[in-house]
């Protein structure tokens, strides 16, 4: 019945790296680009990672979109969802990097061709046959491709699929707070999966004093985000790891691997994409939220995070396989 493990939908489009780590937007002098988008990453990531993924989104018919389908492809994603758009170009995000934890982005998208998927340029096939369907935020910015990205979920669901979501918070990208807020909740009872950062978790907690150190305020944030909608919530924490909470048992703080990081860009989508290949089954019955797997589930997705972090780019940086495996051999006796 599943002819993919993980369907992820939303951006794809050019990361514009910074030459230079330590200076803010406006006193960067040169820029390089990555291919990048948050679902596209977690789309390589996890085909990198033995799955079998696809991704559906839109990019401009131009030189940009051509060589990220074709990467796409070469990274052994089916890319049969993905459309082209000849009258609105690649969407690309501006990068700096005032230290290698913080980023700042501006995005060049007003339109983006990511901005202009429809209803109707839905691959329903691809859809129906997926257990895991992923997105993020950026596509519930605006029409039409937020009513794209609600059918897709509509469709998904009723298959059976599982829908994950990263919020992927960016302000900017957004009117105001509040309305991203009003789209993220309307969105958050269909989600199973929910993956935020310590500041999506305040807001979409409203508990702003949350202390990432302290286990209860983690708790306190997840349980607020749980009654929301999600089955689990998993708050990603940087340098000091991961928490989790499902509703079917109690939290637990994972802790971190100590690397040398020199990129933070693309760490929270590996992450996801180490934790959704945990989960998927590979039974043709789906996936599940098991509390027994879950510790070691998102042990490996700090893993791939942590590895990811020891190199430039995004997608570039995405390990494979064996690097995970290896890896995580010589780290067998920590955490969990």
Same mark, same amino acid.
């Given at each position: 019945?599943?002819?993919?493990?993980?369907?992820?939908?939303?951006?794809?489009?050019?990361?514009?790296?910074?030459?230079?780590?330590?200076?803010?937007? &406006?006193?960067?002098?040169?820029?390089?680009?990555?291919?990048? $988008?948050?679902?596209? !990453?977690?789309? #390589?990531?996890?085909?990198?990672? $033995?799955?079998?993924?696809?991704?559906?989104?839109? #990019?401009? &018919?131009?030189?940009?979109?051509?060589?990220?389908?074709?990467?796409?492809?070469?990274?052994?994603?089916?890319?049969?969802?993905?459309?082209? !758009?000849?009258?609105?170009?690649?969407?690309?995000?501006?990068?700096?990097?005032?230290?290698?934890? =913080?980023?700042?982005?501006?995005?060049?998208? !007003?339109?983006?061709?990511?901005?202009?998927?429809?209803?109707? =340029?839905?691959?329903?096939?691809?859809?129906?046959?997926?257990?895991?369907?992923?997105?993020?935020?950026?596509?519930?910015?605006? @029409?039409?491709?937020?009513?794209?990205?609600? @059918?897709?979920?509509?469709? +998904?669901?009723?298959?059976?699929?599982?829908?994950?979501?990263?919020? !992927?918070?960016?302000?900017?990208?957004?009117?105001? +707070?509040?309305? +991203?807020?009003?789209?993220?909740?309307? #969105?958050?009872?269909?989600i199973k999966l929910l993956?935020?950062?310590?500041?999506?978790?305040?807001?979409?907690?409203?508990? &702003?004093?949350?202390?990432?150190?302290?286990?209860?305020?983690?708790?306190?944030?997840?349980?607020?985000?749980?009654?929301?909608?999600?089955?689990?919530?998993?708050?990603?924490?940087?340098?000091?790891?991961?928490?989790?909470?499902?509703?079917?048992?109690?939290?637990?703080?994972?802790?971190?691997? =100590?690397?040398?990081?020199?990129?933070?860009?693309?760490?929270?989508?590996?992450?996801?994409?180490?934790?959704?290949?945990?989960? #998927?089954?590979?039974?043709?019955?789906?996936? $599940?939220?098991?509390?027994?797997?879950?510790?070691?589930?998102?042990?490996?997705?700090?893993?791939?995070?942590a590895i990811t972090s020891t190199t430039k780019g995004?997608?570039?940086?995405?390990?494979?396989?064996?690097?995970?495996?290896?890896?995580?051999?010589?780290?067998?006796?920590?955490?969990?």
């Amino acid at each position: 019945m599943f002819q993919f493990d993980i369907v992820c939908l939303g951006e794809l489009l050019i990361d514009m790296f910074p030459g230079e780590v330590g200076k803010r937007l &406006e006193e960067v002098r040169s820029f390089y680009p990555k291919p990048g $988008g948050a679902p596209a !990453n977690v789309a #390589v990531a996890a085909s990198r990672l $033995g799955t079998k993924t696809a991704f559906i989104g839109k #990019v401009g &018919e131009d030189h940009f979109g051509r060589y990220l389908a074709q990467l796409l492809k070469e990274e052994g994603v089916n890319t049969a969802g993905l459309r082209f !758009n000849p009258q609105v170009r690649t969407t690309m995000a501006i990068i700096a990097q005032p230290t290698i934890d =913080e980023a700042e982005f501006v995005f060049y998208r !007003n339109p983006g061709a990511d901005q202009t998927l429809t209803v109707e =340029e839905l691959d329903h096939s691809i859809l129906r046959s997926s257990k895991i369907l992923h997105m993020g935020t950026l596509s519930l910015t605006d @029409e039409p491709a937020r009513s794209a990205t609600h @059918e897709a979920i509509r469709i +998904a669901r009723g298959a059976g699929a599982l829908i994950s979501c990263d919020v !992927n918070f960016r302000p900017a990208l957004w009117r105001d +707070a509040g309305q +991203a807020l009003n789209e993220i909740e309307r #969105v958050l009872p269909e989600i199973k999966l929910l993956k935020v950062n310590e500041k999506e978790a305040r807001l979409l907690s409203g508990f &702003e004093h949350m202390n990432p150190g302290r286990v209860d305020d983690l708790e306190t944030a997840a349980e607020a985000i749980l009654s929301k909608g999600p089955e689990l919530a998993v708050i990603s924490l940087g340098s000091a790891g991961s928490y989790y909470k499902a509703k079917s048992g109690a939290g637990q703080l994972v802790e971190p691997f =100590e690397v040398k990081s020199v990129d933070s860009v693309g760490c929270g989508d590996a992450f996801v994409a180490g934790l959704l290949t945990q989960i #998927v089954s590979g039974d043709g019955k789906g996936v $599940g939220l098991d509390a027994e797997i879950l510790p070691g589930a998102v042990r490996f997705a700090n893993g791939v995070g942590a590895i990811t972090s020891t190199t430039k780019g995004a997608i570039p940086a995405l390990p494979k396989l064996a690097e995970v495996e290896e890896f995580l051999k010589k780290h067998a006796g920590d955490g969990p």
